[in-house]
C-alpha cells in the first residue's frame, strides 16, 4: 500500500502514500481528530460513525517531499469491532485514540494496541492520541489519565504518543506529522505532477461498511 508507483527517487522531489487506520472506544473523538486534519474543521454535535469513514490528505515535510494518508476512520462500538481487521490490514500506520476524561479508555486503546502488534503488519507504525486536551485545559479536575502515565506506556510499547484537542486544533498537526517523519520515506517514487495528491476528502461508497464524511465522533 506504501509508496504507489515507481520505487525510486526522481531528482530532489519525494511522494509516498500511505494507508491510516484510526481506532479506539466510540466516542473518543476518531472522527474529530480527522475532520480537524484534513478540513480544518470542529463540530461540536458529530453522529457516531457507521462501519467506517474513508478520506485523503497529504502532508508537505519539506519542498521536497509529499506524504499522501489514505485515511480509513472507524466506528468504535463494539458490534463493528470484527470489522476493524478489514481495516487494519496492510495499514501502514495507525492512531490509536483514547479521551484524557475517560480512563477506561484507555485500557480500550491498549487493548487495540495490542491487537495491532499481534494481528496487523508488522513494521506498522502506531500512534496514541490523548484527545480532548481542551476539556483538562479549562477544568484540570476533569482528567482521569496522567499524561506521565499514558507517556510513559507509550515508551515501553514503541508508540508516538501525544495529547491532542480536535476541538482547538492542539497536536493535530503535529501529530499527522511526526508519523509522516517515521514511515519509510525511501521507499518514495517521484511525484508526477499531473497527478499528484489533492488534499481534501476522497469518498468511497463501494467500499463495505463505509459511509462519508459527515459523520462521526467516535
Known amino acids: 500500500m ?8 526522481a531528482g530532489n522531489s519525494r511522494f509516498a502514500q500511505f494507508k491510516l487506520v484510526l481506532l479506539g472506544e466510540s466516542a473518543v473523538g476518531k472522527s474529530s481528530l480527522v475532520l480537524r486534519f484534513v478540513k480544518d474543521q470542529f463540530d461540536d454535535y458529530r453522529e457516531s ?19 499522501k494518508f489514505e485515511i480509513w476512520d ?11 481487521p478489514m481495516y487494519y490490514r496492510n495499514a501502514n500506520c495507525a492512531v490509536v485514540v483514547y479521551d484524557i476524561t475517560q480512563a477506561s479508555s484507555l485500557d480500550k486503546a491498549k487493548a487495540w494496541v495490542k491487537e495491532l502488534q499481534r494481528q496487523a503488519n508488522e513494521n506498522i507504525i502506531i500512534a496514541l492520541a490523548g484527545n480532548k486536551l481542551d476539556l483538562v485545559t479549562e477544568q484540570p479536575d476533569k482528567r482521569a489519565i496522567p499524561a506521565a502515565d499514558a507517556e ?13 484537542s480536535a476541538k482547538t486544533s492542539e497536536n493535530v498537526k503535529e501529530l499527522f506529522t511526526a508519523i509522516a517523519k517515521k514511515l519509510p520515506l525511501d521507499q518514495a517514487g517521484p511525484r508526477n505532477p499531473r497527478s499528484g495528491p489533492r488534499a481534501g476528502v476522497d469518498l468511497r461508497p463501494e467500499a463495505p461498511g463505509t459511509q462519508g464524511a459527515g459523520a462521526c465522533s467516535c
Open 74 to 84: 472507524t466506528a468504535g462500538q463494539e458490534r463493528y469491532k470484527s470489522l476493524a
Open 49 to 67: 460513525t457507521i462501519g467506517a469513514a474513508f478520506l485523503t490528505q497529504t502532508i508537505s515535510l519539506d519542498d521536497s517531499t509529499t506524504v
Open 152 to 164: 510513559a506506556y507509550a515508551r515501553e510499547a514503541g508508540l508516538l504518543f501525544f495529547e491532542t
Open 2 to 9: 506504501a509508496a504507489r508507483g515507481p520505487g525510486s527517487r
